[in-house]
């Protein structure tokens, strides 16, 4: 029989390698948030994120972001694949010295032991076209897969950032994998217990992966989503005029809401295959639009640091 | 003599960075040095992951003094001549100046200025924050508590740490302290991030290096790739496989670990079903490990190398087996792309082969080329034209080289290729021959990319001959026309890569071909392909209305003119092509719809007129319709409309790019505009075999003498180049060579004296001005040589041409000896001058000799 605390061992269980995380960035003087409630391609588009990088304002916050990426979606047959999969996000603003070490450190925590597994920081300049963001950093590499992405932003929304935020994004399930010597993603132990109470994440998210392939690719109604998209855009901008008092803005949190709801909604436009090229530089570009203005009226709110 | 140690140490560097990062550090420390007078004895550069390391020996320990005499106004002189003369010499007041005298002028003021040379770490402490805040990374940023850009420091990732000590060999160094975005220099320095993190006390390089050696940090780049690749080979073998050698690849491990250690990691042989170039492109560009094969088969070996950057406790073991993990799933992932690459795409004609199912993806989603040149479909359509036309020039199969055409671009539809673009072509090449195309329309498909650059090799089968050369010129033709022409160091579509690559296969196949008619034919494809562009980008920014009306009788002209496809066009077929932007012009330009009817059947040379019955139909229900009788009373208007417009416009534009004489008088505007693309291209073409010849041993003024506007057949220049450098190392190309040298001067000499008269020297001398006998000789050589020069170029013999030259060298001579040019007799002088000016116009017509050096 399993005793509790090893059931939360990171190298036993999924649960426990995210509660680990959580703690170690707890310790470290994170606000420990819950995920954002909408339907993101990834842990950055979380307020969270992409607004409190914005400003003056120090900021540290770590949270598990469920993601969505409905073209990476393989009906549950693909053992590395999944339209949705959780992403652990820190940001510390501004970005500490020895935040490479932090980082290392809390590989520590979650079992890996840097004197039997190879560490690297490779290289990867991040770029986010929809959120009209970039930044510097690497990919990091345990024993040469893709663990985390490592990024000092320099610029969100189109905004030059200063002081300069640090992100870190766990790839939760390849680290689980990895900690866990398990193959396919669906065999990965989630509750860290064994025999009849053991629950896989094939158990948890397995027909989830069938069903949202085939409403992806298959039965997304493309009408309703184009609709949808022009919805979302028109109050998004709608919601940014009626908050633009000048100096203050009073509704940039609603606004963004609507910007991450176009951006998902042209994800799964893209995931249908009814985006040609051209238009797909062109539903790219006014998300960026209404992410740049979001950015903009966040600036003018207290949590952007407005006097 | 001090050294300096400087080390300027970060976050990880990306590793393609590296090398020139330690070359600009170098050289903006050491000219920064010499400029202050500080030379040195020797300097190197090194750099790893985390740190840029500089070693300067030999610096003097300060900047020599300096003394200097500033010579000052009369004793007595003005005020504001005195006030400028002490600004200048930095003194205060008149009475620190000496007075002396100078001989002319009497009583001088003088300041006599001593500077004091700096320390040597003065001068480094002015200059080195500079350098580092102004470091010409290609990409760098800020991080923590910044402020905003440019005020901030800068760096490729977080600067942590700077080490900078200078002193001699002999004494403790001093450190330099300079201070830099709010780190001061100091002469700390870490070890391994993970095997010897502890700080660590530096002096000078010597115990520097071996300190970090001790760290486990091996400093030198070098050093690096050379135990990466000793560690591989020997590991290889241990194992009874060979090590895939890869430059690019080294360096780039070599970039990524601080302390390398080699390792094997392994796969199921399984995945070898894969081809080769996949499984190392999978392995090489994901995982940054080299492949290995086995030596007996030559085949790819189920095992790979990778480099780590500990020393594990377990000596590696749960490192190799992660890494065979991470390749397993690359694999798997490469090995399921490979294999829907072999089933057909369920959407698409199943009767249709799997390449021509992925082209026809490709069209239907509109795949961009590039944004002006329009689609990969349209391109394709343009290279299976050209193809053809050049298959005919070239003695290839024309429907070989079309098939080949259809489908060379098909492979980037695949899912292979979509993952790993370098394998484009082959992977052409591999799924042709699986469907069972012909080998040399699979082997056209892999090689019309080819040649690459200077060293890849050129292609020898026919088809893929005639392939390459039209991609290569679709693509320098289209960037040509949309003026994205290569500048200085910017070439970013590798327009002069494509150049060379026509000349190489030109040139090393021995094609006897002018460039100037495929040039032309590809013009014309990419003019018809693109005239929507035209019309909608270029034409509506530069033309007004009535020159659209010349935009349609261009392509009517084209039609009747081209000459290696007359038709080209049919009728249906051109005004199917270009109904809807003749419609849309119409649309437009309601008031010129008329004439520009008129104007199409004018520029098509439409006196039959059932032809312009057939285009008022189209263009029915947008106008009235003219009766014969109005054209034929407007005609005479109409052919003045268009001859005025084209002339003028034609004028304006075609100047800025090519030399009027080119263009014949009676040309469109539009031809003239596809003259002035071609002329400017094939311009090109001849610099870049210019640059290609000279690294082949050419001689630059040889070159420079056969090298024409006029010379568009490669195979034909590179011939001539070679015959007159082997003519000119012999004694009668020397002679030769002379005696034109002297009666070029001599008629040089004269042009400048009497312009006026100059222009008669190129007529014919006459017979009964010849007197002396050396003059009657050379007047008779001339005749003959002239002769027997146009027979041998005729033929192309250019040596036999120029061995028809050489015998006017003895004569040329005895007429310079014996013959006074200058005569008294104006008739007699005018008659030597015409002599000569023949001798050096037969001269020319062979080569430029005046720009023959010596």
């Known amino acids: 029989m399993t005793s509790k605390t090893s059931a939360l061992d990171p190298a036993r269980s999924f649960q426990g390698l995210l509660l680990t995380l959580q703690q170690f960035w707890a310790a470290q003087g994170c606000v420990i948030l819950q995920p954002y409630d909408m339907e993101v391609g990834a842990g950055t588009f979380h307020p969270a994120t992409t607004l409190r990088s914005l400003g003056p304002k120090h900021w540290n916050a770590a949270y598990v972001q469920p993601s969505r990426r409905p073209k990476d979606g393989r009906y549950g047959e693909n053992p590395n694949r999944l339209q949705h999969y959780y992403q652990f996000q820190v940001i510390l603003k501004p970005s500490p010295s020895n935040l490479q070490q932090l980082y290392l450190d809390s590989l520590a925590a979650i079992g890996v032991d840097m004197a039997l597994h190879d560490i690297r920081f490779v290289e990867d300049d991040w770029e986010s076209p929809t959120l009209g963001a970039w930044g510097l950093g690497w990919e990091c590499w345990c024993d040469g897969m893709e663990v985390s992405q490592f990024t000092y932003f ?87 005029a009626a908050g633009d008092q000048h100096e203050r803005h009073t509704m940039a949190l609603p606004a963004y809401d609507q910007c991450i709801k176009a951006s998902h909604r042209f994800n799964l436009l893209d995931a249908r295959g009814v985006i040609s090229v051209t238009e797909r530089q062109s539903y790219i570009l006014r998300v960026r639009e209404l992410a740049k203005a979001c950015g903009q009226a966040w600036l003018k709110t207290a949590g952007g640091g407005a006097a | 003599m001090p050294d300096l140690l400087l080390e300027l140490f970060s976050e990880e560097i990306p590793a393609r960075m590296q090398a020139n990062a330690a070359q600009d550090l170098q050289k903006l420390v050491t000219n920064a040095l010499v400029d202050r007078g500080l030379t040195y004895e020797g300097a190197a550069a090194y750099v790893t992951p985390r740190r840029l390391t500089l070693n300067i020996v030999g610096l003097p320990a300060r900047q020599s003094d300096q003394h200097e005499d500033i010579r000052g106004p009369r004793v007595g002189s003005p005020e504001q001549a005195l006030a400028g003369f002490l600004k200048k010499a930095g003194l205060s007041s008149i009475d620190q100046a000496k007075i002396e005298s100078d001989g002319k002028k009497g009583e001088i003021y003088i300041a006599h200025i001593h500077r004091a040379g700096k320390q040597t770490s003065d001068v480094l402490r002015d200059i080195l924050p500079g350098i580092v805040r102004n470091f010409p990374w290609p990409r760098s940023m800020r991080w923590g508590d910044t402020i905003a850009y440019p005020e901030s420091l800068r760096w490729v990732r977080p600067l942590h740490s700077i080490v900078c000590t200078f002193g001699p060999e002999t004494e403790e160094p001093e450190i330099v302290d300079f201070e830099v975005g709010g780190i001061t220099a100091s002469n700390i320095t870490y070890g391994h991030r993970f095997m010897a ?62 302390w390398p250690v080699v390792l094997m990691g392994s796969f199921d042989a399984a995945f070898l079903d894969i081809p080769g170039e996949v499984v190392r492109a999978t392995i090489r560009a994901n995982q940054k490990c080299f492949v290995l094969r086995n030596p007996k088969t030559n085949k790819l070996a189920p095992a790979f190398i990778l480099t780590a950057n500990i020393e594990a406790t377990d000596h590696g073991k749960a490192i190799a087996a992660g890494n065979s993990r991470v390749v397993r799933a690359r694999l798997s992932d490469a090995l399921y792309f490979w294999q829907t690459d072999q089933k057909p795409l369920p959407d698409y004609n199943p009767k249709r082969s799997l390449l021509d199912q992925r082209m026809d993806k490709s069209r239907q ?65 591999r799924y042709a021959e699986l469907q069972g195309e012909k080998p040399e329309v699979a082997l056209a498909i892999e090689e019309h990319y080819k040649p690459q650059g200077p060293s890849d090799y050129v292609p020898k089968n026919p088809i893929s001959i005639a392939l390459a050369l039209a991609d290569k010129l679709d693509t320098l033709v289209g960037f040509w026309v949309i003026d994205e022409k290569p500048t200085g ?31 032309r034919y590809a013009l014309l494809k990419l003019l018809v392909s693109k005239i929507d562009y035209f019309y909608n980008a270029f034409d509506r920014e530069y033309l ?249 170029m005729r033929k192309n013999d250019f040596t036999a041409a120029l061995n028809a030259l050489a015998k006017l060298a003895q004569p040329a001579e005895a007429f310079f000896t014996d013959v006074m040019v200058n005569a008294d007799d104006a008739a007699l002088r005018l008659n030597r001058l015409r002599l000569l000016s023949n001798f050096r116009a037969q001269m020319h017509a062979a080569a430029d000799f005046s720009k023959i050096a010596g």
């Open chain 1, 154 to 240: 320099q610029q969100v929304a189109g905004v030059e950032c200063a002081p300069i935020s640090g992100e870190l994004t766990y790839g939760l399930e390849r680290l689980a994998m990895y900690v866990q010597g398990v193959e396919n993603v669906y065999d990965l132990n989630f509750n860290g217990l064994e025999g009849a109470a053991k629950v896989t994440y094939g158990d948890v998210f397995k027909q989830a992966e069938q069903e949202y392939s085939r409403h992806n690719f298959e039965h997304a109604d493309t009408a309703m989503l184009v609709q949808h998209f022009k919805d979302a855009e028109a109050e998004c901008k709608a919601l940014l």
């Open chain 2, 197 to 258: 993190p502890a700080a660590i006390k530096v002096r000078r390089f010597g115990d520097y290096v071996a300190a970090l050696e001790k760290a486990k940090v091996v400093l030198d780049p070098a050093r690096r790739r050379e135990i990466i690749l000793t560690d591989a080979q020997t590991l290889a073998f241990a194992h009874g496989y060979e090590l895939v050698e890869d430059e690019g690849l080294l360096n780039e491990v070599a970039g990524l670990v601080e």
């Open chain 2, 365 to 429: 989603l509109n795949i961009v080329f590039h944004e002006k040149l329009g689609t990969q479909g349209e391109r394709v359509d343009r290279i299976i034209a050209l193809a053809q036309y050049i298959a005919s020039l070239v003695g290839a199969n024309p429907a070989d080289a079309k098939r080949a055409a259809e489908l060379c671009k098909a492979d980037l539809i695949t899912e292979v290729v979509g993952e790993f673009p370098e394998v484009q072509g082959l992977m052409g090449r």
């Open chain 2, 489 to 519: 160091s910017k070439d970013p579509f590798a327009l002069r890569r494509a150049a060379l690559g026509v000349i190489r296969l030109v040139l090393e196949n021995g094609l006897k071909i002018n460039l100037s008619s495929p040039v």
């Open chain 2, 544 to 792: 007004p209305k009535e020159r659209l009306i010349e935009a349609i009788s261009f392509f009517g002209y084209l039609q009747e003119k081209s000459p290696f496809e007359y038709n080209y066009l049919n009728y249906d077929g051109f005004l199917k092509r270009f109904n809807p932007l003749l419609i849309k012009m119409m649309d437009e330009h309601w008031d010129v719809y008329e004439s520009s009817i008129e104007v199409f059947a004018v520029g098509n040379n439409l006196l039959d007129w059932t032809v312009t019955e057939k285009l008022y139909d189209t263009v029915v229900p947008f106008g009235k319709r003219l009766n014969d009788d109005e054209v034929s009373r407007r005609y005479p208007e109409l052919m003045e409309l268009v001859t005025k417009t084209f002339e003028s416009r034609a004028n304006e534009l075609t100047n800025l790019r090519i030399h009027p004489d080119k263009i014949p008088a009676e040309s469109s505007f539009f031809e003239k505009y596809a003259c002035a693309i071609s002329s400017d291209l094939l311009t090109f073409f001849n610099e870049r075999l210019k640059v290609y010849l000279r690294e082949k041993g050419m001689r630059h003024d040889v070159l420079d003498a056969v090298i024409s506007l006029e010379a568009n057949d490669l195979l034909e220049i590179q011939n001539r180049a070679q015959a007159l450098q082997v003519f000119l190392e012999t004694d009668s190309g020397k002679n030769l060579l002379a005696a034109y040298k002297r009666a070029a001067n001599i008629l040089r000499a004269e042009e400048k004296k009497f312009p006026t008269e100059a222009a008669s020297y190129a007529l014919p001398g006459e017979v009964k001005y010849l007197h002396e006998p050396s003059e009657k000789a050379l007047g008779a050589e001339l005749h003959t040589s002239a002769y027997e020069t146009s027979a041998a």
